[in-house]
């Protein structure tokens, strides 16, 4: 959780707005990985992203490696988009390792 | 259909016992993980393994100890269950991209 911060911890939104979430970390980066969760579900990837932009439907991710940074943007919010988005780091140790930051929770109101 | 399977779903234990939570899973990977999450704490890593060997420990207590019986299998082995452990554990497995299992909600009273 130390090597990975998640900002906003929260977030509402009305329906139709475009939200920015965005992961720091503060370790070398061997890759990066977006998840959704729903209040007592598992988690699902959304995005595997070590660099550059990738694209599905309404989602955007965007890590910057030299910054140390990864965001994901999600346009035109519905409410079911509603839940906890966590990032996931995968520091260079050798092997692979995931730690996830504290999570943004996400609120679509109609 | 569900590639990384836990079971039970759920559980109820009394404080003092002893619980074993079952994960396998039918990618392929040879990386597989405990996280836990319990109601007020984000997700918390635990345990990797990687080729059946313990990667990484991150778990304070000598009570969690992983069983890796077969290379897709990763099992959790709690004994002198508290309330604090009171949480849901995800087994998860990886080639590069990480995925998780359903969970196992487990209640200790």
């Known amino acids: 959780g130390q090597q990975v911060q998640q900002s906003p911890a929260s977030l509402v939104l009305q329906e139709g707005e475009n939200a920015e979430l965005q992961c720091n970390f503060s370790?070398?980066?061997?890759?990066m990985q977006w998840f959704y969760q729903r209040p007592g579900g598992s988690l699902v990837s959304l995005f595997y992203?070590?660099?550059g932009t990738k694209h599905s439907g309404r989602l955007t991710s965007t890590t910057v490696i030299k910054e140390r940074r990864s965001s994901l943007h999600i346009s035109s919010s519905q409410t079911t988009d509603s839940g906890t988005y966590l990032c996931?780091?995968?520091?260079?140790?050798?092997?692979?390792?995931?730690?996830f930051g504290k999570g943004t929770s996400l609120t679509v109101i109609p | 259909d569900p590639k990384i399977i836990q079971k039970p779903k759920y559980l109820v234990a009394v404080t003092g016992s002893e619980k074993i939570l079952i994960c396998e899973q039918y990618?392929?990977?040879?990386?597989m993980y405990w996280y836990r999450q319990s109601a007020k704490k984000p997700l918390e890593f635990m345990f990797s393994?990687?080729?059946?060997?313990?990667?990484d420990n991150q778990t304070a207590s000598s009570r969690f100890q992983p069983q890796s019986s077969k290379k897709n299998h990763l099992d959790l082995q709690i004994t002198a269950l508290k309330p604090d452990d009171s949480a849901t554990y995800f087994c998860?497995?990886?080639?590069?991209?990480?995925?998780f299992g359903a969970g196992t909600r487990l209640s200790v009273l």
């Open positions: 998860a497995s990886s080639q590069n991209t990480l995925y």
């Open positions: 370790t070398s980066l061997n890759s």
């Open positions: 992203n070590p660099s």
């Open positions: 996931a780091l995968d520091p260079y140790t050798g092997y692979q390792n995931f730690y």
């Open positions: 990618l392929g990977h040879n990386a």
């Open positions: 393994y990687s080729y059946q060997k313990l990667m």
